[in-house]
């Protein structure tokens, strides 16, 4: 769907005169299948380059996905900074991890600079364990608290220029590393989502990828089955041994994965 948020997302990219000259006759909320949208990219504009064919596509993809009706759409995603997940929700939540990283990656030679480091992350860390204890028992009072404490660590300026420039970074992302505030059932990283991938991309690595598309689609149907299985408390040969046999007494994933997520109250803060 090419739309205004379609456009939105494509503003900053750096498309041919021809491209910038012709999408915008597109503007409509109609929705596309993707053979027929590239058959037309193709046609109407040939000479676009990878990049921005991907972009026009991206853009395209999540504006639909967007525009989804009879069905739940993910409003905020735990991520790191990486620009391949801006697009995907109207909302990101950092991780608080991947942020302070960064500053374990500056080495300072001075004494001096050593020792604001070391003071700096040691503020750091305790204001991520004071964002814990808010997850826990979150109030107004503690949210605003909260935010006015971030202006304050993160407009600290030791003379130290790269920890100064790093501080600058952090604070430039005040929204989305605080959206845990307004919804405090986030988590505060995405560590337990890179474990989790961290076996696909083993596989991946010893067998070199698959060969064909089909087995890369097998290969994320099956493993993402498995680990959500294992997830929900449930074998995972129990589970194939039950759909290959028509049994079906196992519920469908998604009834499942609905479940547990009302067990754990999770959304509350957007109901």
């Known amino acids: 769907m090419l739309n205004e948020e379609a456009f939105g997302y494509l503003k900053n990219v750096a498309l041919s005169k021809a491209a910038q000259a ?28 990878i990049q921005q064919r991907t972009a026009i596509l991206g853009a395209a993809a999540v504006a639909a996905y967007h525009a989804e009706k009879g069905v739940p759409i993910v409003d905020t995603l735990v991520c790191d900074d990486a620009s391949v997940f801006h697009w995907l929700t109207r909302a990101m939540m950092l991780c608080w991890v991947h942020d302070g990283r960064a500053y374990k990656k500056l080495e300072p030679v001075i004494a001096i600079h050593r ?64 959206q845990v505030l307004q919804h405090p059932e986030l988590p505060l990283h995405n560590n337990a989502s890179e474990l ?19 087995g890369l689609q097998a290969w ?22 039950d759909r ?25 803060s957007w109901g």
């Not at 909260?146 to 600058?168: K, S």
């Not at 076996?199 to 070199?208: A, H, M, P």
């Not at 290959?244 to 509350?268: C, F, H, Y």
Request: glycine residues 2%; proline residues 4%.
């Open 244 to 268: 290959v046999s028509d049994t079906n007494q196992i519920p469908p994933m998604s009834i499942l994965v609905t479940k547990r997520a009302l067990e754990l109250n999770l959304g509350w």
């Open 220 to 241: 994320d149907t099956f493993m993402t089955l498995a680990d959500t299985a294992r997830k929900l408390g449930i074998s995972f040969y129990a589970y194939i041994r």
């Open 22 to 49: 012709v999408l915008p006759k597109w503007l409509s909320e109609k929705v596309w299948e993707e053979t027929a949208f590239m058959k037309r990219l193709e046609k109407t504009l040939p000479s676009l380059n």
């Open 115 to 178: 020792q604001q480091l070391a003071d700096f992350l040691n503020n750091y860390w305790e204001y991520y364990h004071q964002l814990l204890a808010y997850r826990e028992k979150p109030c107004v009072e503690e949210c605003k608290r909260l935010e006015n404490q971030f202006d304050t660590l993160f407009a600290t300026n030791t003379g130290y220029d790269d920890l100064d420039q790093r501080i600058a970074k952090t604070r430039a992302k005040k929204t989305s590393l605080l």
């Open 196 to 214: 989790a991938v961290r076996q696909r991309v083993r596989k991946r690595d010893v067998s070199f990828g698959p060969r064909t598309q089909l």
